[in-house]
């Protein structure tokens, strides 16, 4: 049953007509639970608030599968503006984005293009950007285009995801870049050709791809909600003296908020990842799917108003 909810929350994820309807009709449906409101303003307020409890955050202007050049650079640009809010606010932000909102689907140029103009204006504010991954037919072009910018700037990472057959792989000729990277378990709906079908067997891969990265000697951001990972993760620090300042852990916005802040006080550095923007739909709909729970959560929220 739940991964029947699963499947279908994922197909609704990737359905346009339904997206634009979402994006006519502003955040509803309980979506401001994980989405911190539509505007930059709306946002930075979000951001002061979870700083204010040493919560760091990465920064998202939802937006993804654009299809056009004029839409693609427009994304890019509003990505500019909250650089620019978080240097001028002085934000303890990063950014997170998604190549297929900067225009990977339509050529290698624009998304290069808008890319560089990006990380430009975040090494101006002293701002780190991560490239999320997407899903698995974007996955060797988002770690080419990562490969690149990598080459031209310091303040780029990029992520892996944990249920993908190809990811140890990834980590391995990933190192000589010693790149930042953010590990998570996957979040599209992926065939068992490319992708774990068991949960037990992501976990197993995610375990195995947080060692290797962290005694590679890089930077690692441990992405998840799951208690299992979290302490696997602080026993392995622990046993291999790792420093505070190599890893990380993450979550999103509006989940398990309680435990970011426990994290905080047991002396871990928790980074939040907050999207705003109008294009919540998509994402929106991969949290329902992660969580049946989410549902009810979202249902009770129609009923009340
Ligand atoms: P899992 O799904 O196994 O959940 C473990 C436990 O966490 C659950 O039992 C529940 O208690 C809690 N939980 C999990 N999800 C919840 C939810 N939605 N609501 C409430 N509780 C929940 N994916 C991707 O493909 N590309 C990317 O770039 C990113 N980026 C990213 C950034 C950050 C900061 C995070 C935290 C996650 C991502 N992800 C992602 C999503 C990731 O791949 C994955 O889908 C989710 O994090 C859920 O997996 P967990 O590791 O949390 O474990």
Same mark, same amino acid.
């Given at each position: 049953?739940?991964?029947?909810?699963?499947? @279908? @929350?994922?197909?609704?994820?990737?359905?346009?007509?339904?997206?634009?309807?979402?994006?006519?009709?502003?955040?509803? @449906?309980?979506?401001?639970?994980?989405?911190?409101?539509?505007?930059?303003?709306?946002?930075?307020?979000?951001?002061?608030?979870?700083?204010?409890?040493?919560?760091?955050?990465?920064?998202?202007?939802?937006?993804?599968?654009?299809?056009? %050049?004029?839409?693609?650079?427009?994304?890019?640009?509003?990505? $500019?503006?909250?650089? %620019?809010?978080?240097?001028?606010?002085?934000?303890?932000?990063?950014?997170?984005?998604?190549?297929?909102?900067?225009?990977?689907?339509?050529?290698?140029?624009?998304?290069?293009?808008?890319?560089?103009?990006?990380?430009?204006?975040?090494?101006?504010?002293?701002?780190?950007?991560? $490239?999320?991954? %997407?899903?698995?037919?974007?996955?060797?072009?988002?770690?080419?285009?990562?490969?690149?910018?990598?080459? %031209?700037?310091?303040?780029?990472?990029?992520?892996?995801?944990?249920?993908?057959?190809?990811?140890?792989?990834?980590?391995?000729?990933?190192?000589?870049?010693?790149?930042?990277?953010?590990?998570?378990?996957?979040?599209?709906?992926?065939?068992?050709?490319?992708? @774990?079908?068991?949960?037990?067997?992501?976990?197993?891969?995610?375990?195995?791809?947080?060692?290797?990265?962290?005694?590679?000697?890089?930077?690692?951001?441990?992405?998840?909600?799951?208690?299992?990972?979290?302490?696997?993760?602080?026993?392995?620090?622990?046993?291999?003296?790792?420093?505070?300042?190599?890893?990380?852990?993450?979550?999103?916005?509006?989940?398990?908020?309680?435990?970011?802040?426990?994290?905080?006080?047991?002396?871990?550095?928790?980074?939040?990842?907050?999207?705003?923007?109008?294009?919540?739909?998509?994402?929106?709909?991969?949290?329902?799917?992660?969580?049946?729970?989410?549902?009810?959560?979202?249902?009770?929220?129609?009923?009340?108003?």
């Amino acid at each position: 049953m739940e991964q029947l909810m699963r499947n @279908f @929350f994922l197909f609704l994820s990737k359905n346009k007509p339904l997206t634009k309807v979402a994006r006519k009709y502003g955040l509803k @449906f309980g979506a401001s639970r994980f989405v911190a409101g539509e505007s930059i303003t709306q946002a930075v307020k979000t951001i002061k608030e979870l700083n204010s409890k040493n919560l760091s955050v990465t920064l998202d202007y939802l937006g993804e599968f654009v299809d056009n %050049e004029v839409e693609a650079n427009l994304i890019a640009d509003h990505s $500019i503006l909250a650089i %620019e809010a978080i240097g001028k606010e002085k934000l303890n932000s990063q950014l997170s984005l998604k190549l297929t909102s900067m225009g990977l689907d339509i050529s290698e140029e624009v998304v290069i293009n808008n890319m560089r103009r990006i990380l430009k204006a975040a090494k101006e504010h002293d701002v780190f950007v991560t $490239i999320d991954m %997407e899903d698995y037919s974007r996955c060797q072009k988002t770690i080419d285009v990562f490969k690149k910018l990598r080459k %031209e700037f310091d303040n780029v990472g990029t992520v892996i995801q944990a249920y993908l057959y190809r990811t140890v792989k990834d980590i391995e000729e990933l190192n000589e870049y010693k790149p930042n990277l953010r590990l998570v378990k996957g979040a599209y709906k992926e065939a068992a050709e490319v992708a @774990f079908p068991m949960k037990k067997d992501v976990d197993e891969n995610f375990k195995n791809i947080i060692k290797m990265h962290l005694l590679n000697g890089n930077f690692t951001a441990v992405a998840t909600h799951d208690d299992e990972m979290i302490e696997y993760t602080k026993r392995l620090v622990k046993k291999h003296h790792i420093k505070q300042e190599q890893f990380e852990f993450q979550m999103l916005y509006g989940i398990r908020s309680e435990r970011q802040e426990e994290l905080v006080k047991e002396g871990y550095a928790m980074r939040v990842y907050v999207p705003f923007g109008t294009d919540w739909y998509g994402y929106f709909m991969r949290r329902l799917g992660e969580r049946p729970a989410n549902v009810a959560f979202v249902l009770k929220g129609i009923f009340k108003k």
